[in-house]
């Protein structure tokens, strides 16, 4: 495969490791349908005639909740890819005359189903999977699972040779399968350009922007904003009260913060889920008291656990002035439709993902986007 721009990518079929073949997973169709139409259009540039890359499978399930793998057409000898939304809370089954929700279990479930079902005839299994399952249990405290290093491993063992996921809660969880192809990328590319998108107004100097990291674990993403943008960093620590435990966790007395002054700034926070929003929705009320000028947030995962009612205060309120969100998990209609929301689409990101695996190319200059970054910079310097 060779590139003619920075946005034109053509197969060349001779190169291609196996042929390629796409499973979309239950609850992943929108998205899956996006980068297969990528695939086709990259791959008709390159004299293919293919019309869809995807293979037709399915896991059906009996009204006890007992569930099987089924792929529908051969995968002998491909380069095949399943696309799983372990996040989709959206997709329902019968049980027992109930209507059940998909858990992340219920969709991990799955995906060993459909590799069960490959039953090992596939030239390579390479897993797509965006919010990596029991990324946020990566680590032990106590005595507690560590679910995401035992999904990795059963992965390997399964026989699973790549595996890609998106801003890892921790991507040190890789260690747990050092010999497995895993690759933990960053939308931060296609979040700056969005935002520069939205709003053509923004002053990226360190006199009128800056970046603000929500808490400790969030401060390698933010570093990397402000390094690209050239702008200073502050951070919020999580002061919390170890002598309880509240859902699972300690609960925050209050948020720190380290860092030059907000007054009069625009500030810009990133961080990898937003959750129930509500710490979030903390720290940008404390940047609104040190007189910030607007609040724009960024999150891989926008989940919205809590629901929309109090970003919708926030947002009329004049405390945040935009939320950032891809669209590599479930993003409910409602959501959608919020003026205050501004969806990242990665579609094309993972289908360049997808072609240069199944081409044996390096994928160091798509999971490092520092050269499109500055390019995006010197193409918005020359605008203004």
Request: charged share 25%; proline share 3%.
């Given at each position: ?176 399968v050092p010999l497995m192809g895993l690759d933990n990328m960053m939308p ?124 919708d205060k926030a947002y009329q309120e004049e405390v945040i002035a935009g ?62």
């Open positions: 495969m060779s590139f003619k721009s920075s946005s034109d990518a053509i197969f060349d079929r001779e190169d291609r490791v196996a042929p390629l073949g796409l499973i979309v997973m239950n609850g992943a169709e929108e998205l899956g349908e996006k980068i297969d139409q990528y695939l086709v259009q990259w791959s008709s540039q390159g004299g293919g005639t293919e019309k869809t890359f995807r293979v037709e499978a399915e896991c059906p399930r009996f009204a006890t909740g007992d569930g099987k793998g089924i792929i529908k057409s051969t995968v002998r000898g491909t380069d095949l890819f399943i696309l799983v939304d372990v996040g989709n809370y959206n997709c329902q089954y019968n049980l027992f005359g109930y209507e059940n929700r998909m858990s992340p279990d219920d969709h991990y479930q799955d995906l060993k189903r459909l590799i069960q079902a490959a039953g090992g005839k596939a030239h390579r299994i390479n897993v797509i999977m965006p919010i990596l399952y029991g990324g946020r249990q990566h680590r032990r405290n106590y005595r507690e699972s560590l679910d995401c290093a035992v999904m990795l491993q059963e992965m390997r063992a399964m026989g699973v040779s790549n595996l890609v996921t998106f801003d890892a809660h921790d991507p040190r969880v890789q260690n747990a931060t590319y296609q979040v700056m350009k969005c935002l520069f998108h939205h709003y053509p107004d923004l002053v990226f100097h360190k006199d009128h922007f800056m970046i603000v990291s929500p808490d400790e674990g969030a401060i390698n993403r933010n570093m990397y904003y402000a390094s690209m943008l050239s702008v200073n960093l502050g951070m919020f620590y999580k002061r919390r009260d170890y002598s309880r435990i509240v859902n699972g966790r300690n609960p925050i007395v209050a948020h720190e913060y380290l860092g030059d002054s907000v007054e009069g700034k625009d500030i810009f926070i990133a961080d990898d889920i937003i959750s129930s929003g509500e710490s979030m929705l903390d720290i940008a009320y404390e940047l609104k008291k040190r007189k910030a000028k607007r609040i724009f947030v960024s999150a891989t995962f926008a989940l919205f656990t809590g629901g929309l009612s109090e970003f939320v950032f969100g891809t669209n590599l998990t479930y993003l409910k209609p409602e959501l959608r439709s919020r003026k205050w929301f501004h969806e990242v689409d990665m579609a094309k990101y993972i289908a360049y993902y997808v072609a240069s695996l199944n081409h044996d190319m390096s994928v160091g200059l798509i999971i490092d986007p520092h050269k499109k970054i500055d390019k995006l910079l010197q193409g918005w310097d020359s605008q203004k």
